[in-house]
Nanobody, 127 residues
Framework: QLHLVESGGGLVQPGGSLRLSCEASGRSFVDYVIGWFRQVPGKEREGVSCINCTDGSDGDTYYSDSVKGRFTISRDNAKNTVYLQMNNLKPEDTAVYYC?????????????????WGQGTQVTVSS
């Protein structure tokens, strides 16, 4: 069992930045695809980014159109942690952000491809 814990959420003004962390424990982390998702009340969970989820192109990362150019995903396997650096935040980025892991979740992140989930961290972008 892989246990994931997100942190780093909070309240930020439009144009500001946050860095989310997703720390894994329970088993070896290095072979897992890690995805970031977000969800607002009443809407489906949306895939935002993933790492080690492509065929090696684009740095083996993926970003949805809504965050491309503003968010950066990275991982530190020595720390069992994946990061999501979020810059130039907009009010529409407000959501609960979740990280998820799977051994074979290749391609754009979709909920049903991921087996392990964190509990989520709230990000609120507001002036």
């Amino acid at each position: 069992q892989l246990h994931l814990v997100e942190s780093g959420g909070g309240l930020v003004q439009p144009g500001g930045s946050l860095r989310l962390s997703c720390e894994a424990s329970g088993r070896s982390f290095v072979d897992y695809v890690i995805g970031w998702f977000r969800q607002v009340p009443g809407k489906e969970r949306e895939g935002v980014s993933c790492i080690n989820c492509t065929d090696g192109s684009d740095g083996d990362t993926y970003y949805s159109d809504s965050v491309k150019g503003r968010f950066t995903i990275s991982r530190d396997n020595a720390k069992n942690t994946v990061y999501l650096q979020m810059n130039n935040l907009k009010p529409e980025d407000t959501a609960v952000y979740y990280c998820a892991a799977d051994l074979a979740a290749y391609g754009a992140p979709v909920v049903w491809n991921y087996d392990f989930w964190g509990q989520g961290t709230q990000v609120t972008v507001s002036s």
